[in-house]
């Protein structure tokens, strides 16, 4: 039979996911899994990520990737538990396994499209503010070249100023003191402007 988003929709509409909560936390007796990966991965109203990704790449056509990218739209903090040991280099300790019950699966399938269509406008809309940010800062810059002065690690701050850093120099060299409470000086970089009207047309631009 072939995979569809109806498919999908039939298989999945009547089965129940069970709540595995009650189960409790700890390792599973005979795997290196928390009783509640082992619990979930035997509910039939329950699926691994991965194997979600794959069910709908298969009904839809389209790559792991931009299913991937839809489903964390849809169910951006989906059921998880413990299974497996992570690598060293990758900070040791147990892996994470991320579960979609039925309910979530038949939300996607019913909702693909419309749901596919709103995450490709979200994205849209955030690379027209990144692209209205870079400009801006474009803009900015030229401004900046054109009217003011480039300071660096000055002890005081000019009166009209752009600040873009401010460090400390410690025992290991300079760094970014933002945050930091340390009692040693602070030194400021940025651009100084020689007139309080070039400096509030930069504010304003």
């Known amino acids: 039979m072939k995979t569809t988003l109806e498919s999908i929709t039939k298989k999945y509409k009547d089965i129940e996911a069970i709540d595995n909560y009650s189960i409790g936390g700890g390792l599973d007796d005979n795997k290196f899994a928390s009783r509640r990966h ?4 035997s509910d039939e109203g329950k699926l691994t990520l991965g ?3 794959q069910l709908f790449s298969k009904a839809t056509g389209f790559s792991i990737d931009i299913i991937s990218e839809i ?3 849809a169910v951006p903090y989906p059921e998880w538990h413990h299974a497996g040991a992570l690598p060293k280099q990758y900070g040791g300790g147990m ?3 991320y579960f979609l019950n039925s309910k979530e699966i038949v939300k996607i399938a019913e909702n693909f499209n419309d749901i596919k269509a709103k995450l490709e ?5 955030e690379k027209k503010a990144k692209d209205i940010k870079q400009t801006k800062h474009q803009i900015q810059l030229e401004f900046l070249g054109k009217n003011a002065i480039q300071v660096t690690r000055i002890p005081e701050k000019p009166k009209y100023f752009h600040e ?3 460090e400390m120099d410690g025992k290991y060299g300079w760094f970014t003191s ?3 409470s340390y009692n040693l000086p602070e030194f400021y970089s940025g651009w ?3 007139s309080e009207e070039k400096y509030k047309e930069f504010l304003n631009l």
Do not use: H, M, P, S
Request: charge should be positive; aromatic fraction near 12%; proline fraction near 0%.
């Open 164 to 166: 873009t850093d401010r």
């Open 38 to 41: 082992e619990d979930a991965k």
């Open 121 to 125: 406008l979200q994205k849209e809309e």
């Open 71 to 73: 489903i964390k739209y």
């Open 178 to 180: 933002y945050g930091k």
């Open 192 to 194: 100084k402007f020689e």
């Open 51 to 53: 194997k979600v990704n």
């Open 95 to 97: 892996k994470k396994t």
